[in-house]
């Protein structure tokens, strides 16, 4: 995949052909969702690509009735970032009956791999462990149990799960390091923020560190610690995943310790796959961006050049 992404020479695989693209997106649940959507769009046009594309409020249904349109209105290609794993083998079904490859983007699905084409995205497995070996490096466990509130992701959805495996992996290997509440964020900022705020009304407040699957969910965190009188940063060291400009001002003010990379940039990616795919060329099975693990220490110098 290394290879594949680095070969981007839009030129040599532009044949002048206008490719219609239906694509459907989760939502708009966070900052990095909002530029995984720009860099899509702004890729389409570049690519000389039609792009017909529907933002589904993280609601599987409309997901599902976008595709049905799609298929109606005979696009080249489907594009898919599934809300949730489960629960597509139906439509999927429909795509291929009516002989239009489908393409995940950002996520993946449970369903058959002869029901779609190529994958591309990250390594959300991989980001769960990052994250995990971060703390492990850096907070180590003086006097007795290290204790660890977790964020999920939306139920279901293949970062929830694989940041979530990744993760407990590592801190398996670690039984100093252990979860004292785990609940679902949505992905989003209002999420997070709520999480906090029922476990500090409903415990003492006992946790070393936040663990928070999307940055969004880390800031809203951030809020509901200080609006107890609680120093996020300082007093609970908070590891998220992302690594959008929102987490590294963050890193920047002392409230946020480390930032996972997950990046939202596949638009480039993905319209070349998409005329590779249509050229007949053979495609890799997955197509796995290439992240990095970001902390305070570099967080003023990288802030510079981020582009989301
Ligand atoms: O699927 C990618 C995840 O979805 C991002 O980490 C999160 O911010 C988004 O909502």
Same mark, same amino acid.
């Given at each position: ?18 490719? @219609?693209?239906?694509? #459907? ?5 966070s900052q990095w969702r909002l530029a995984n959507t720009r860099s899509i769009q702004e890729a389409a046009r570049e690519f000389n690509m039609e792009l017909l594309f529907d933002?589904?409020?993280? #609601? ?10 799609? &298929? ?36 993946? &699905? ?25 703390? =492990? ?9 290290? =204790? ?30 252990? &979860?004292?509440?785990?609940?679902y964020g949505d992905f989003t900022y209002e999420g997070g923020k709520q999480v906090v705020e029922e476990y500090i009304n409903s415990h003492t407040w006992d946790v070393d560190? &936040?663990? #928070? ?14 609006a107890h009188g609680l120093k996020p940063g300082k007093d609970i060291t908070i590891v998220s995943v992302d690594a959008t400009k929102e987490a590294f001002q963050a890193m ?5 310790? !480390?930032?996972?990379? !997950? ?11 998409? =005329? ?12 796995? @961006? ?15 050049? =981020?582009?989301?």
């Amino acid at each position: 995949a290394g290879e594949y992404l680095a070969a981007l020479d839009r030129e040599s695989i532009d044949d002048g052909r206008r490719i @219609t693209v239906g694509y #459907s997106q989760v939502g708009q649940e966070s900052q990095w969702r909002l530029a995984n959507t720009r860099s899509i769009q702004e890729a389409a046009r570049e690519f000389n690509m039609e792009l017909l594309f529907d933002s589904a409020d993280q #609601s599987q249904k409309k997901q599902i009735e976008a595709i049905r349109r799609f &298929i109606k209105e005979k696009v080249d290609v489907i594009v898919v970032s599934p809300v949730v794993e489960a629960g597509w083998d139906e439509v999927l079904k429909e795509a291929k009956e009516a002989n239009i490859p489908v393409v995940m983007s950002d996520r993946r &699905i449970e369903a058959g791999d002869d029901l779609t084409t190529t994958y591309i995205g990250a390594d959300f497995l991989e980001e769960g462990r990052r994250a995990m070996r971060w703390l =492990r490096e850096h907070v180590k466990p003086e006097q007795g149990v290290v =204790r660890i509130l977790e964020l999920q992701g939306s139920e279901g959805a293949t970062p929830t799960e694989e940041r979530k495996k990744g993760f407990y992996e590592i801190l398996e290997e670690n039984p100093q390091y252990q &979860i004292v509440y785990t609940d679902y964020g949505d992905f989003t900022y209002e999420g997070g923020k709520q999480v906090v705020e029922e476990y500090i009304n409903s415990h003492t407040w006992d946790v070393d560190i &936040i663990y #928070s699957h999307n940055d969004d969910m880390a800031l809203g965190a951030i809020k509901a610690l200080e609006a107890h009188g609680l120093k996020p940063g300082k007093d609970i060291t908070i590891v998220s995943v992302d690594a959008t400009k929102e987490a590294f001002q963050a890193m920047i003010d002392g409230k946020l310790n !480390c930032a996972v990379e !997950c990046s939202p940039l596949l638009g480039p990616p993905l319209m070349k796959a998409i =005329r590779d795919m249509i050229a007949g060329k053979e495609m890799p099975l997955r197509i796995i @961006t290439e992240e990095k693990v970001y902390d305070q220490s570099d967080a003023e110098t990288v802030i510079k050049t =981020r582009e989301y």
